[in-house]
T-cell receptor, first 111, second 114 residues
Framework: QKEVEQNSGPLSVPEGAIASLNCTYSDRGSQSFFWYRQYSGKSPELIMFIYSNGDKEDGRFTAQLNKASQYVSLLIRDSQPSDSATYLCAVEGDSNYQLIWGAGTKLIIKP | EPEVTQTPSHQVTQMGQEVILRCVPISNHLYFYWYRQILGQKVEFLVS????????KSEIFDDQFSVERPDGSNFTLKIRSTKLEDSAMYFC????????????FGSGTRLTVV
């Protein structure tokens, strides 16, 4: 059974600081990794995907992948109150682009 | 930006009744999915659909569930005899199928079984 693990939080970060979210996965053969943001009662919204080891930056967001250690992280710079949400880590499963999801980390940005 | 449309946004049904949840995928997307999320829990895969047939399904997707694309546009999820534990948010998602660059999700249907 493939697993994706995240700390459920809540993670509380002051406005303007860097928020760091982490995720580990069980299948060493996994190739594709995704971060989604989900506001309460809403559908997940794609933030970033990453396939290669290292960092990938998009605006205030940086995804980091370390396949040897089987973790993927998301950094949010200059955190804003609107970043307060649950952040879901997802890893591509065996076939047909199916995703295996973590339970999500609740992030709270305090003004 | 293209959207995945889901209807209804909220459905309340009595236990044992049939429900049909509807999704209109993005027109040039090839893979369609249903996921569900019970309140406070993980997103769970139900089924994937490609080329007008089921390509994969989870253990959750038992004989009470079915999917179809009746008119080439709508993609539906039917639950034949709802149970209390079917209460959840149901999300439709689609991707192009030309590489996985992340799903486009619909806004979801909140199903409440009473």
């Amino acid at each position: 059974q493939k697993e994706v693990e995240q700390n459920s939080g809540p993670l509380s970060v002051p406005e303007g600081a860097i928020a760091s979210l982490n995720c580990t996965y069980s299948d060493r053969g996994s190739q594709s990794f995704f971060w989604y943001r989900q506001y309460s009662g809403k559908s997940p919204e794609l933030i970033m995907f990453i396939y290669s080891n290292g960092d990938k930056e998009d605006g205030r967001f940086t995804a980091q992948l370390n396949k040897a250690s089987q973790y993927v992280s998301l950094l949010i710079r200059d955190s804003q109150p609107s970043d307060s949400a649950t952040y879901l880590c997802a890893v591509e499963g065996d076939s047909n682009y199916q995703l295996i999801w973590g339970a999500g980390t609740k992030l709270i940005i305090k003004p | 930006e293209p959207e995945v449309t889901q209807t209804p946004s909220h459905q309340v049904t009595q236990m044992g009744q049939e429900v049909i949840l509807r999704c209109v995928p993005i027109s040039n997307h090839l893979y369609f999915y249903w996921y569900r999320q019970i309140l406070g829990q993980k997103v769970e895969f139900l089924v994937s659909f490609y080329n007008n047939e089921i390509s994969e399904k989870s253990e959750i997707f038992d004989d009470q569930f079915s999917v179809e694309r009746p008119d080439g546009s709508n993609f539906t999820l039917k639950i034949r005899s709802t149970k209390l534990e079917d209460s959840a948010m149901y999300f439709c998602a689609t991707i192009t199928g030309r590489g996985n660059y992340g799903y486009t999700f619909g806004s979801g249907t909140r199903l409440t079984v009473v």
